[in-house]
C-alpha cells in the first residue's frame, strides 16, 4: 500500500489513511534567503493530520485499478494493511511511508508525522531548482565636497555676461523711454464732434412741410369702448364662492351623483376645474354671503362635509 499512497500524493492534496489519519499537501511560496544568498522555487510541503482518518475510498480505488480486483476486495486489503501499521506502531513505535516519510508514537500515544528525507512532491514545481546570487558591495556615501563640478570654459562664461548685459540694457531703455499716443487724445475729443459736416446739412429740413394724418374716434365710439374694459376689468377682478358638496373625478360621475340626491335640491350646478368635477349647491360673490348659505340647518344635515370653494 505504501506505493499507492506515493503515488496519491503527488496527484492529490489529501490521502487519507483510513483509522490512522490523513497526509496533507500544501503549496509552499517560493522565497529569499539573504544568508545563503539563495532564491528557493516554490513546492508541496507535506503533513500529516490525524482528525481526518474516515474511509473516503481513494486508496482502494487505486488498489483495485493496480491489482484489477473489485473495489470491495481493494477495501479489504486495505484494512489489512492499516491493521499491519497500527500493530507495527503499537510494537516499535515506528512505521515507513516509503519516500513519504515515516509514522511515529511520541510519549502520550499519540501518532506523529516525520518528513522523508530529500524527497520533493511538486509535481510540475520539480524542474524549479534553488537559484544562487551574488550581493553586489554597496559603495560608501561620497562627501559633497568630493565630488568634481565641470568648470565651464572662459568662453561661455563671457557670452553669458554679455548676453545679460545686453538684456539689462533693452529692459532699461524700455522703461525709460516715454511712449506719447497723439491718436488716443485725438480719439477721445473727436466724439463731440460729427464726422461729417456734410451729412448733417443734407438731412436739414423744414418741419411746416410735414403734413400728420391720426384717426380721432367720435365720442359715442370712445364711451363704450371705455365702459367694455371697464366691465370686463371688473368680471375679471370679482370672486365667487361656491358651495361644494361634493369633488369628484369625471363629469359623468357628478351627473349620476346629482340624480341621486335630485329629491334634496334642483339647484346642483357643475363647476369643472383642475380636472375636477366639483357639485356645488349655491353661490355668492363673498366669503360671507358663502358662509351664510353653508350655514343654513338644513345644508348642514344634508350635507355634513360642504365646504366653500373659491375661483
Given at each position: 500500500?505504501i ?31 539573504s ?30 485499478r493496480?491489482e484489477?480486483v473489485?473495489?470491495e ?18 510494537s ?5 511511508l ?10 502520550e ?21 534553488p ?40 529692459l ?23 464726422a461729417?459736416t ?18 380721432i ?26 358651495v ?31 380636472k ?24 348642514k ?11
Open positions: 500500500m506505493e499507492h499512497i506515493e503515488y496519491l500524493v503527488c496527484q492529490h492534496d489529501c490521502v487519507v489513511i483510513p483509522g490512522v489519519g490523513a497526509i496533507i499537501a500544501y503549496h509552499a511560496p517560493a522565497y529569499i534567503d544568508e545563503h544568498s539563495c532564491i528557493y522555487p516554490p513546492k508541496r510541503v507535506l503533513s500529516f493530520n490525524t482528525q481526518i482518518n474516515h474511509f473516503d475510498g481513494l486508496l482502494a480505488a487505486s488498489v483495485s493496480r484489477k473489485s473495489f476486495k481493494a477495501s479489504d486489503m486495505v484494512s489489512k494493511s492499516v491493521s499491519d501499521i497500527m500493530n507495527c506502531l503499537d516499535q513505535n515506528e512505521v515507513s516509503g519516500r513519504v516519510g515515516a509514522l511515529r508514537k511520541n510519549a500515544n499519540v501518532i506523529e508525522y516525520i518528513p522523508g528525507a530529500n524527497t520533493d512532491f511538486s509535481g510540475l514545481l520539480c524542474k524549479y531548482t537559484v544562487k546570487f551574488e550581493k553586489e558591495p554597496i559603495d560608501s556615501p561620497i562627501a559633497k565636497s568630493e565630488i568634481i563640478k565641470p568648470r565651464k570654459s572662459v568662453i561661455h562664461r563671457f557670452i553669458n555676461a554679455a548676453a545679460s548685459v545686453i538684456i539689462l540694457i533693452m532699461g531703455f524700455m522703461l525709460s523711454t516715454p511712449i506719447i499716443d497723439n491718436e488716443a487724445v485725438f480719439a477721445s475729443m473727436s466724439a463731440f464732434k460729427p461729417n456734410n451729412a448733417v446739412e443734407q438731412w436739414n429740413f423744414n418741419a411746416s412741410e410735414i403734413e400728420l394724418n391720426i384717426a374716434p367720435d365720442h359715442n365710439t370712445a364711451t363704450g369702448m371705455a365702459e367694455e374694459r371697464n366691465n370686463t376689468t371688473a368680471v375679471e377682478a370679482e370672486n365667487m364662492y361656491y361644494i358638496v361634493a369633488s369628484l373625478p369625471n363629469e359623468e360621475i357628478a351627473q349620476k351623483f346629482i340624480a341621486e340626491n335630485n329629491n334634496i335640491s334642483e339647484n346642483f350646478q357643475i363647476l369643472k376645474s383642475n375636477r368635477c366639483r357639485v356645488y349647491i349655491d353661490k355668492a360673490n363673498s366669503i360671507d354671503s358663502a358662509l351664510k348659505a353653508l350655514s343654513q340647518s338644513n345644508r344635515q344634508q350635507f355634513p362635509d360642504a365646504w366653500i370653494f373659491r375661483k
